[in-house]
């Protein structure tokens, strides 16, 4: 048997990766009756017919993760992309995509990219907002080529999914990073007569300098009602951080007297958009257990 990873799964097939080869397998009929599923990134031991080099795959490791959207397997870390213009930035939706990434297990890096169209330096109220809060942040732009090598070197020897709203330049940065992957792009497939710009397949990539690299396309909202009221403070590190050092053991870090939450972002040590971000999706994750 070969040891290798499934980069792709169309129709019942698994394209299974062992070193350089790709073999095209189906699932071993016990995987359907226990209602196992194999996924993208999963890694599988397979079964090769030496006549017509297609195999079985017979056995799945056990996984480290799971992404349910993009359905991918031992993903180790998310870079959330957004752009400083075209689209304006929503850290709002950022604060869902870091919230979700940590909430999976991922390790998240934010990369603000089209830094080439920032003309009022808004980019630095952005990477203000996310270093103050502890996440990595990387700037970059394909245009003029900056950040692209920072970005690589973080990527080696690790699963990453790229997750962002559409048209932030997730694909342009992938085949940045490595130029022959070709990606198709917002230019390329505007031009087609879906107008939209779209990454569709779920795909692992891997990259010749070492780890593997899943684009997917952009998501404009994110559901966030499948975690718990008491345990959405645990997703923004810095509030959390904070909590314990309240007055009130059951401090909501809304109004109470003697809340050092509050304190903090008055202090602006804790930024005042993940502040009123947390605020208003722990009513949100409220308001859906009520009904
Ligand atoms: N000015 C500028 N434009 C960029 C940059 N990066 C990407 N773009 C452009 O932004 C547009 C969208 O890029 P894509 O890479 O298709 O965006 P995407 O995030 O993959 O979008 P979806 O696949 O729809 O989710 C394209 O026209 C790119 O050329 C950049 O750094 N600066
Ligand atoms: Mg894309
Ligand atoms: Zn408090």
């Known amino acids: 048997m070969l040891e290798g990873i499934i980069i792709k799964g169309i129709g019942g097939f698994y394209y299974v990766k062992v070193g350089d080869r790709i073999y095209e397998c189906r699932a071993r009929g016990l995987f ?20 017509d080099n297609t195999g ?41 995509f870091l919230l979700l990434a940590s909430y999976q297990g991922l390790d998240a890096i934010i990369c603000i990219n089209k830094s080439d169209l920032d003309v009022d330096g808004e980019i630095d109220n952005i990477y203000d907002i996310y270093k103050k809060a502890g996440y990595q942040i990387i700037k970059t732009s394909c245009t003029n080529r900056i950040g692209i090598d920072e970005l690589k070197r973080q990527l080696k020897d690790k699963i990453t999914v790229f997750a962002g709203p559409s048209g932030v330049g997730k694909s342009t940065l992938l085949n940045n990073i490595q130029s022959n992957l070709k990606l198709q792009t917002g230019e390329i497939s505007q031009k087609t007569s879906r107008g939209k710009h779209t990454t569709r397949h779920v795909e692992l990539i891997e990259l010749d300098s070492g780890g593997w690299v899943v684009d997917t396309p952009g998501f404009s909202t994110l559901d966030i009602d499948f975690i718990k009221e008491d345990e959405l403070i645990k997703y923004f590190i810095e509030v959390y951080d904070r909590s314990s050092l309240c007055r009130f053991s059951g401090c909501s870090h809304n109004k109470e007297p003697g809340c050092e939450v509050k304190k903090a972002v008055e202090e602006r040590e804790i930024s005042q958009s993940r502040y009123d971000n947390y605020l208003s999706m722990l009513q949100e994750v409220k308001d859906i257990r009520r009904y």
């Open 32 to 51: 359907r009756k226990n209602k196992i599923i194999p996924l993208v990134g999963d890694r599988v031991l397979i079964k090769i017919n030496k006549e």
């Open 56 to 96: 079985y795959v017979e056995e799945i490791y056990d996984r480290t993760t799971e992404l349910i959207r993009p359905p991918v397997a031992n993903v180790n870390q998310a870079v959330i992309v957004f752009a400083v213009k075209k689209p304006d930035p929503n850290l709002w939706l950022l604060d869902r």
